[in-house]
Each structure stands twice: as C-alpha cells, then as structure tokens.
C-alpha cells in the first residue's frame, strides 16, 4: 500500500511542478514535501537520505543558487525529522501537514544558514522571518493536506476499479 502511495505522491507532486510553474512564480512552495512526508513516514532511513538527496538535486538542477544547496538542505533536514515521525501519523491529514510545515520551517532554516555560509550577503530581515518562517510552511502545509486528499481519493478511485474488474472477471 505504501509503495502506490509514494508512486502516486510522486507523479502528483512532479506533474504540479511541471504544470503549476508559470502560475506559481512568486510563491515558494516546496512542491516534493508530500512525497518525503510519505516516504519518511514508509521507509528506511538510509533510503529517506537517498531520496532527499536525488529531490535536492533535481531542485539543484532547476534552479539559479549554487548547485548542492538544496541537495545537502534537504537531506539535514530529513535526516533532522527522520525521528520524530513517530509523532506525526500518516493517516490524520492534520498530523501530515504539521509535519509538512515544521519539514518546511526546518528546511528554511538549514537553507538560509547554508546559504550565507557559502557566500550570500543577504541578511535576515523581518521580510524573510515573515515570508519563510511562516507563510510558507503554513502554504506548504495546504498544499500537503490538499494533496493528501488527492491521494486518499485517488486510492479509492483504484479500489473501486479493482473491483469493478474482478467482478467482472468473475462473471
């Protein structure tokens, strides 16, 4: 159950960056949390890193920031939660998107410290404690318990199949 479940968080979460790109222009949404909620939530450690590190790449790539960024952020930060999801249950579409946003507010945080370790001038302003420490992990958090949603439905859409057809078999 669980392997459909990150199959299809991942061709969700993958075909809303592909699609939602032009429209999402200003908003920084971390479009792969559910995918590495999910996965943290179902798998093995060593295997969460891995996964981290392959999604920070592909965010490396399709972005203008020096490359490794994203890949050492998100790893830290999944390595960081690895943890705690004990606390958070994968079935309760509060308890996901909690974990999403603190995932979000902790990846910001790792983020903006590899960020001026490795050479940016910018400095924290009230801005940025507005912009990346609170609303983003908020939208962040709509974004994954509308795309948890999606899953369930999507589940149940494929449950009803299945049986559609072995019905049908049996005839």
């Known amino acids: 159950m669980y392997k459909n479940k990150t199959i299809y968080a991942f061709i969700f979460c993958f075909l809303f960056l592909l699609f939602s790109a032009p429209f999402l222009l200003k908003i920084k949404i971390m479009l792969f949390?559910?995918?590495?909620?999910?996965?943290?939530?179902?798998c093995s450690f060593l295997?969460?890193?891995?996964?981290?590190?392959?999604?920070?790449f592909l965010m490396d790539l399709l972005s203008s920031y020096q490359i490794g960024l994203f890949s050492l952020s998100y790893v830290v930060t999944s390595a960081f939660l690895y943890?705690?999801?004990?606390?958070?249950?994968?079935?309760n579409t509060l308890h996901f998107s909690l974990f999403a946003s603190l995932y979000s507010f902790i990846f910001s945080l790792i983020f903006t410290f590899l960020f001026c370790i490795f050479g940016a001038k910018e400095a924290f302003t009230g801005k940025w404690i507005l912009t990346d420490l609170l609303i983003m992990p908020f939208l962040d958090g709509i974004y994954s318990a509308f795309s948890i949603a999606c899953l369930r439905i999507l589940g149940r859409v494929e449950r009803k199949i299945k049986l559609f057809f072995l019905k049908a078999k049996r005839r």
């Open 33 to 42: 949390i559910p995918f590495l909620i999910l996965f943290i939530q179902s």
């Open 83 to 91: 943890s705690q999801k004990k606390h958070f249950f994968e079935d």
């Open 47 to 56: 295997s969460c890193l891995w996964l981290s590190f392959v999604i920070g």
